[in-house]
T-cell receptor, first 115, second 116 residues
Framework: DSGVTQTPKHLITATGQRVTLRCSPRSGDLSVYWYQQSLDQGLQFLIQYYNGEERAKGNILERFSAQQFPDLHSELNLSSLELGDSALYFC??????????????FGPGTRLTVL | GNSVTQMEGPVTLSEEAFLTINCTYTATGYPSLFWYVQYPGEGLQLLLKATKADDKGSNKGFEATYRKETTSFHLEKGSVQVSDSAVYFCALSERWGSSNTGKLIFGQGTTLQVKP
């Protein structure tokens, strides 16, 4: 158990809908990263937050957004969903800005299925 | 930009066979290197890490050495078990700094299947 929690575990929805994925980092970790894992694109970095502020963006669509709250949990919002958004979404956390050796601790993921 | 390339799978081995999964990387500076493992239906778990050239990471019988001269971080295990069946990801972490975020860049993953 990494100490990172994600909810829900599974999400099934329809095209055009909006969903919110939630991540609680390990206790004390300030930085949260979101990744998308899909069959065609592999594991890709989406966005990073550090202590409530957005720090970096990766291959994140404009339909997607995220935020980190004062209690450090983070939410990833996906809107106008398309079939191609079906994927496994992971969050990871690190202590401070980066782990001592750069390692990240991953949650179990949320599997999103868009029908 | 930074990238990681892994050997394509799937890799199918018999129990107690020797395992090598090749990983090479392209990076500026001095990244940290990692192997993560994903068991069926689960999230990513850190398997081992190395933070500088010639470092050897090891865990659960798996080893990998950070080779700067060949930009490689190959994963090895002397005797695999059925329970090692999983997807293995090689990754690098950009150093945290003003322009780097510490994000992980992953290879495409290699599926390992071990048969009894």
């Amino acid at each position: 158990d990494s100490g990172v929690t994600q909810t829900p575990k599974h999400l099934i929805t329809a095209t055009g809908q909006r969903v919110t994925l939630r991540c609680s980092p390990r206790s004390g970790d300030l930085s949260v990263y979101w990744y998308q894992q899909s069959l065609d694109q592999g594991l890709q970095f989406l966005i990073q937050y550090y202590n409530g502020e957005e720090r970096a963006k990766g291959n994140i669509l404009e339909r997607f957004s995220a935020q980190q709250f004062p209690d450090l949990h983070s939410e990833l919002n996906l809107s106008s969903l398309e079939l191609g958004d079906s994927a496994l979404y992971f969050c990871a956390s690190t202590p401070g800005g980066q782990g001592p050796f750069g390692e990240q601790f991953f949650g179990p993921g949320t599997r999103l299925t868009v029908l | 930009g930074n990238s990681v390339t892994q050997m394509e799978g799937p890799v199918t081995l018999s129990e107690e066979a020797f395992l090598t999964i090749n990983c090479t990387y392209t990076a500026t500076g001095y990244p940290s290197l990692f192997w993560y493992v994903q068991y069926p239906g689960e999230g990513l778990q850190l398997l081992l890490k190395a933070t500088k050239a010639d470092d050897k990471g090891s865990n659960k019988g798996f080893e990998a050495t950070y080779r700067k001269e060949t930009t490689s971080f190959h994963l090895e295990k002397g005797s695999v078990q059925v329970s090692d069946s999983a997807v293995y990801f090689c990754a690098l972490s950009e150093r945290w700094g003003s322009s780097n975020t510490g994000k992980l860049i992953f290879g495409q993953g290699t599926t390992l299947q071990v048969k009894p």
